[in-house]
């Protein structure tokens, strides 16, 4: 797909999780907004899926181990045609099909229903080892925020992911510096999260900017010895594209109220 037509879904996808978030006046706009290039590169790019056949058992897979990102989620299946835009008035609303953490019983597209962090990449695994098991050719992505690495569960799992050669397997993380609590150097020092990752026996592609379609894109396209599961570590920015939003871990769990949506909205249009 085009560039350019990729970077205005990535546009349009950002002017969606403000209107989500500030419509319910409630979210995670901060984390939505640093992940947007990586949701739009991996559904549109790099997975085998069908909005009209959502439910295909060969269809790849796609975990959100950092739910509460689901209004980037939501607006990248929305675009896809999954559903429509109509269900966003009924974010974070009792009986609606978009909660605040994705729901795999009640949206169209969602593989795994996700929230507690840390979980979701086990998750990943066991569908990347299921797919392998069943002699498919099913991939599998896995977006981890990276304050959710501070879990002892992640690290199981990756070493499960090397250790059952899981070449079908892409972790991608959202690596924006940020938690709710402020930065992760504060909070729980990560380290050298490549390192780390390598360690456990993936092949890691480090992205200096994760909010770079290009570098995503090519990343996705990098192939990879055989039974070996890749990782790409992004580094991108809190709140991308929003200026008052930008590296702020204040805007990691708090919505826009009318006049900051305005603002945000004019942003984004320019």
């Not at 959100?64 to 980037?72: F, R």
Request: contains cysteine; hydrophobic residues 40%.
């Amino acid at each position: 797909m085009d560039t350019a037509l990729l970077k205005e879904k990535c546009r349009l996808v950002r002017r969606d999780i403000i209107e989500m978030t500030a419509a319910a006046a409630s979210g995670h706009p901060g984390g939505s907004l640093s992940s947007v290039e990586l949701f739009v590169a991996v559904f549109n790019t790099a997975m085998r899926v069908d909005p009209k056949n959502p439910d295909d058992p060969k269809r790849d897979r796609f975990v959100l181990s950092k739910g509460h990102c689901a209004p980037a989620y939501y607006a990248t299946l929305a675009d896809m045609g999954f559903f429509s835009r109509e269900e966003y008035k009924n974010f974070r609303q009792l009986h609606g099909i978009l909660q605040g953490h994705p729901d795999a019983k009640k949206v169209p597209g969602i593989d795994a229903s996700t929230g507690s962090l840390g979980q979701g990449l086990s998750i990943g695994v066991g569908m990347a080892l299921g797919a392998k098991q069943q002699s498919g050719d099913i991939k599998v992505f896995v977006l981890c925020g990276d304050g959710e690495l501070q879990e002892g569960m992640i690290w199981e799992a990756a070493m499960a992911a090397a250790h059952y050669q899981l070449d079908n397997l892409t972790v991608i993380i959202d690596n924006n510096g940020l938690q709710i609590d402020g930065k992760n150097t504060e909070v729980m020092s990560l380290g050298d999260i490549a390192g780390k990752f390598n360690a456990c026996g993936f092949d890691v592609i480090e992205l200096e900017d994760g909010n770079d379609i290009e570098q995503v894109l090519a990343a996705l396209e990098h192939q990879t010895a055989p039974n070996v599961p890749k990782c790409i570590v992004a580094h991108t920015v809190k709140g991308k594209d929003v200026s008052f939003m930008e590296n702020q871990a204040g805007w990691h769990g708090k919505a826009p109220n009318a006049d900051e949506r305005a603002k945000a909205l004019a942003e984004l249009e320019a």
